[in-house]
């Protein structure tokens, strides 16, 4: 996992929760190829979700972010600062949010489930999901910037 990673932290939590998820699904191991090699496809499946996470958390900045090239750069302290206090703003924006508002970027942007996935769990069309999405995001831009938009 940690050359996968090149995390240790990442790597020994996902490590972690891969031998949770097959302690909790044993039964469901058929002896169909080795033990080692079921756990190696539930450890690569652990990665490419925490991979999806983080990927989809970055666009969620991304896409709320305002275009401010004065902005400090993350890598000076006062970047840091900067960004620190960014990401304590959004999560108490996130936290304003209706509780189907929340539940849509909760579901997309931090567990990572994709438009389809959502829409199973939400028992909604897949339009409907993705049109919610927007419109949470959209009132999350308004909250952080307190301009409205279209």
């Given amino acids: 996992m940690a050359h996968l990673t090149n995390d240790k932290n990442l790597a020994e939590d996902l490590?972690?929760?891969?031998?949770?998820?097959?302690?909790?699904?044993?039964?469901?191991?058929?002896?169909?190829?080795?033990?080692?090699?079921?756990?190696h496809k539930i450890a690569y499946h652990k990665f490419i979700d925490s991979r999806r996470k983080l990927e989809n958390h970055t666009n969620m900045l991304t896409r709320l972010k305002t275009d401010n090239p004065t902005r400090p750069q993350p890598t000076s302290p006062l970047g840091k600062l900067m960004a620190d206090e960014h990401s304590r703003l959004l999560y108490e924006a996130i936290h304003k949010l209706a509780p189907?508002?929340?539940?849509?970027?909760?579901?997309?942007?931090?567990?990572a489930l994709?438009?389809?996935?959502?829409?199973?769990?939400?028992?909604?069309?897949?339009?409907?999901?993705?049109?919610?999405?927007?419109?949470?995001?959209?009132?999350?831009?308004?909250?952080?910037?307190?301009?409205?938009?279209?």
Avoid at 100 to 111: D, F, G, N, R, W
Wanted: cysteine-free.
């Fill in 114 to 150: 994709t438009f389809r996935e959502m829409a199973a769990v939400l028992d909604r069309p897949v339009g409907t999901v993705k049109w919610q999405t927007s419109r949470a995001l959209k009132k999350l831009k308004t909250f952080l910037t307190g301009k409205v938009q279209s």
């Fill in 15 to 39: 490590t972690q929760e891969t031998f949770l998820s097959a302690w909790a699904r044993i039964d469901q191991y058929k002896g169909q190829a080795s033990m080692a090699t079921w756990l």
């Fill in 100 to 111: 189907s508002e929340y539940l849509v970027i909760l579901l997309h942007y931090i567990q």
